[in-house]
């Protein structure tokens, strides 16, 4: 009996085969009509005669035919997921509540929510904003911030809200137009990513950031090396208002990235300044320097080929310590950054290894404020504006970031849904359902330019017009004046920290001046470690961490 039972994973095929030979008997003797069945069964039963023979599939060796329901069902569980089963506050990786936020703002239809908030207000991890019994009205939410200093000849006043770094070949034509064409219609600034800039970007006319990475894509020698003439003349285009150095984003941290030969696109070698049929490699560490005294000489390189426009860099905290070091860099060179990227693990929409996109790299709320204290602590933090960037969709994201020690905020895939983005999540694939991230030019047609890049204009000045009202209901006249005591964290059930316990701002100039404040002990620890001449450890620690004692 138990036999028997057993092989009841076959009995899909073995019917495949009866009504095969049955109907084929029948189409002989009755009627040519059986033939229809013969061969939709006939069809089925070779199907199982090559799962049966197979090696590659277990399931369909075993259930041979009805194997296949597995894998159709398993190819769209993503899509069954989002549309019947997701949850408000499903977030993978962003909430359906946020996405649909997005794409009410972009498109300028009600975005107001009925009957109470769905949120857990008891749960921890539940942030919320304090506010005044003397609320005001900001007519102007045009917010701004000025980027560059003392070194700089070109400064730029930036939007509070702008386009996070995405490269042309990740992202389509059409998307990229999209992109940057609302950009310039809401006078915000669009990141171009490690790809360089494109006709695409060149075609929108909105304000860049162009980003220069270890591939130096634009800017680059034959052999993959920094081109100083080459940079000289991609700068000069008056739409460049800042140059960013990728050293780390938040999807992949310390990983470098190849685009194969056959996925280059002579727009994509255009753009890059690469040869058609090689594969583009992105090392995952720069050429030009390897070490604090050398990012900041090239730096100041930068910002001298430019002629004065604000340079800074980007990146994912990951050693404490190594950006220490770079801080220190600062201060014995004399040379600054106008301005530090800071991106959060939880950004990304490169498509990254599970283990860097889970597990690799500092969050943005905590390497916001290590990067904004240790520029505290160093007494250079006037001196320097801090862009951030990692699941920033709404006003309160943007001023809760700004709280914590931002002077502006960076969004991708917030942008991404507004020209359409549907989180399908299939951007490595090149099947984009609705042409964002593909390179396939019938699929990228679904995207209209004109309604998409209206759309992106409208849902930045819509986030912009939420971020002056809960300005306004903090007692604020500017959204640049939002300090951590604005923001209250709820630790536990029953537990919750005012901002400043939570991520508090440490005293100017305490790692420099001499006296230090017992509390703060592990801070001194960790920059008496950092070396601006290397970003290698002093020593390798071994057993329990030893937390510096103050004297």
Not at 91 to 117: H, N
Not at 143 to 149: L, N, P, S, T, Y
Not at 174 to 192: E, M, P, Q, V, Y
Not at 194 to 203: L, V
Request: proline residues 5%; glycine residues 10%; charged residues 20%.
């Amino acid at each position: 009996m138990t036999t028997i039972l057993s092989y009841q994973r076959y009995t899909v095929f073995v019917s495949v085969a009866l009504i095969t030979f049955a109907s084929l008997a029948g189409a002989a003797l009755y009627s040519k009509w059986l033939l229809v069945p013969a061969v939709i069964a006939g069809a089925l039963f070779l199907l199982g005669v090559h799962d049966v023979r197979q090696r590659r599939h277990s399931i369909l060796r075993n259930y041979p035919v009805v194997g296949h329901l597995r894998f159709l069902l398993e190819s769209f569980r993503p899509e069954i997921r989002q549309y019947i089963i997701e949850g408000d506050h499903d977030e993978v990786p962003f909430s359906r509540q946020d996405r649909g936020l997005v794409y009410q703002r972009a498109k300028g239809v009600e975005d107001k929510r009925p009957f109470g908030t769905i949120e857990n207000v008891y749960g921890s991890g539940y942030a919320w904003l304090t506010h005044s019994a003397t609320p005001v009205t900001i007519a102007d939410t045009d917010f701004r911030v000025r980027i560059g200093g003392s070194a700089c000849r070109q400064p730029y006043s930036a939007s509070l809200y702008n386009i996070s770094a995405m490269s042309f070949g990740s992202l389509s034509a059409n998307a990229i137009l999209a992109l940057n064409t609302g950009a310039r219609k809401g006078g915000f600034a669009h990141d171009t990513g490690e790809g360089s800039i494109s006709r695409y970007h060149r075609q929108g006319g909105g304000d860049l950031i162009c980003q220069i990475a270890s591939g130096y894509f634009g800017c680059r020698n034959d052999d993959g090396s920094f081109s100083p003439e080459k940079f000289r003349v991609l700068a000069a285009d008056p739409q460049i208002k800042m140059i960013e150095i990728k050293l780390s984003q938040g999807a992949k941290p310390g990983h470098g990235g190849m685009l194969p030969a056959s996925k280059i696109s002579p727009e994509i070698a255009e753009a890059r300044g690469i040869p058609m049929g090689v594969d583009c490699v992105s090392p995952a560490a720069h050429s030009t320097f390897s070490t604090p005294v050398g990012l900041m000489k090239f730096i100041d390189q930068l910002r001298t080929l430019s002629d004065g426009k604000p340079v800074g860099f980007k990146l994912c905290i990951g050693h404490r310590r190594e950006f220490m070091s770079m801080v220190k860099a600062m201060l014995e060179t004399g040379i600054m950054p106008d301005f530090i990227v800071v991106d959060g693990a939880e950004g990304g929409t490169g498509a990254a290894p599970v283990e860097f996109a889970n597990r690799v790299g500092m969050p943005m709320l905590e390497a916001l404020t290590f990067v904004h204290n240790t520029l505290r602590g160093a007494g250079i933090r006037d001196e320097i504006r801090i862009g951030a960037a990692g699941k920033i969709i709404t006003a309160f994201d943007i001023a809760r970031t700004l709280a914590l020690g931002a002077d502006w905020c960076n969004a991708a895939r917030g942008f991404m849904f507004a020209i359409g983005c549907i989180q399908a999540q299939a951007c490595h694939t090149n099947c984009c359902p609705v042409g964002i991230a593909t390179q396939d030019k019938g699929r990228q047609r679904a995207i209209d330019v004109g309604d998409k890049s209206e759309r992106v204009a409208r849902f930045h000045r819509n986030t912009m017009k939420a971020l002056g009202e809960i300005a306004g209901a903090a007692g604020l006249t500017n959204p640049s004046d939002f300090m951590p005591y604005h923001f209250m964290f709820r630790q536990k059930d029953n537990e919750f920290l005012d901002g400043n316990e939570a991520y508090p701002y440490l005293p100017e100039g305490f790692l420099v001046a001499g006296k230090e404040i017992p509390e703060l002990s592990e801070w001194y620890s960790r920059w008496d470690r950092a070396n601006a001449q290397s970003f290698a450890p002093p020593e390798i620690p071994h057993g329990p961490f030893q937390r510096r004692k103050a004297a």
